[in-house]
Structure formats: structure tokens, C-alpha cells
């Protein structure tokens, strides 16, 4: 799986963005999908996760009903809609997918043997 972000940008705090991932090949709809970020100088933090066939889906507290995550398996891309923007989500924003059917699809560790993406910058400004 090639995996594809697009979407980051600047941003003033408050404000609104949404970002996607396209993914290749034809088995989208096996693989858990989730976000990660990583800020200048920070370790990379789990962000949201949804499950294969989308009904579930998992937020870390700092971006939990701000942020909301979805997916179109048949358009092969995962989204991160993300509201209320504070420069504290300033980093660069990675989708990552896992062939997972199992309903610990939020666990962050779970896709460190998954696949990646190039990642997209989000900087927020005050």
C-alpha cells in the first residue's frame, strides 16, 4: 500500500482544514487507517484512528471534538477534518494503514509495522 497526504497548510487558530490520504491498491477497505503528527522537536503522537469498514473510530483527548476522522473506501481515501485549530497542532501530519480486522484498531503501536505516508504540513498561527 503507497500511501498519499495532502491537505496541510497555514492556518490562522481557529480555523478549519481538512486533510486526506489516498491510498493505492485495491484492498483499502482491509486496512485500519489512522493520523499521527509529529512537532519540531517532539516525539510523534497518535492523533485519531478509524476502523476498516469506518464504524468505529478513536480520538486522542488533546483533538477530541475538534478533530474528526472518516473514511471513502470506495474512493480509497482517509480524511482528518480538523476544526477549531490551535497552535498547539502545529507539526506535520502522517497517515499510516495496517491489514487489521480486529477491534484494537486504535492501538498507536499497531502500525508501526504498517505502511506510511510522506507526511503534510499543519502550522496554526496565533
Known amino acids: 500500500v503507497q500511501l498519499q497526504a495532502s491537505g496541510g497548510g497555514l492556518v490562522q487558530a481557529g480555523g478549519s482544514l481538512r486533510l486526506s490520504c489516498a491510498a493505492s491498491?485495491?484492498?483499502?477497505?482491509?486496512?485500519?487507517m489512522g493520523w499521527f503528527r509529529q512537532a519540531p522537536g517532539k516525539e510523534r503522537e497518535f492523533v485519531a484512528a478509524?476502523?476498516?469498514?469506518?464504524?468505529?473510530?478513536f480520538y486522542a483527548d488533546s483533538v477530541k471534538d475538534r478533530f474528526t476522522i472518516s473514511r471513502d473506501n470506495a474512493k480509497n481515501t482517509v480524511y482528518l477534518q480538523m476544526n477549531s485549530l490551535k497552535p498547539e497542532d502545529t507539526a506535520v501530519y502522517y497517515c499510516?494503514?495496517?491489514?487489521?480486522?480486529?477491534?484494537?484498531?486504535?492501538?498507536?503501536?499497531?502500525?508501526?509495522?504498517?505502511?506510511w505516508g510522506q507526511g503534510t504540513q499543519v502550522t496554526v498561527s496565533s
Open positions: 499510516a494503514a495496517r491489514y487489521y480486522s480486529g477491534s484494537n484498531y486504535y492501538t498507536p503501536t499497531l502500525y508501526d509495522s504498517g505502511y
Open positions: 478509524i476502523s476498516r469498514d469506518g464504524t468505529s473510530t
Open positions: 491498491g485495491r484492498t483499502f477497505s482491509s486496512y485500519a
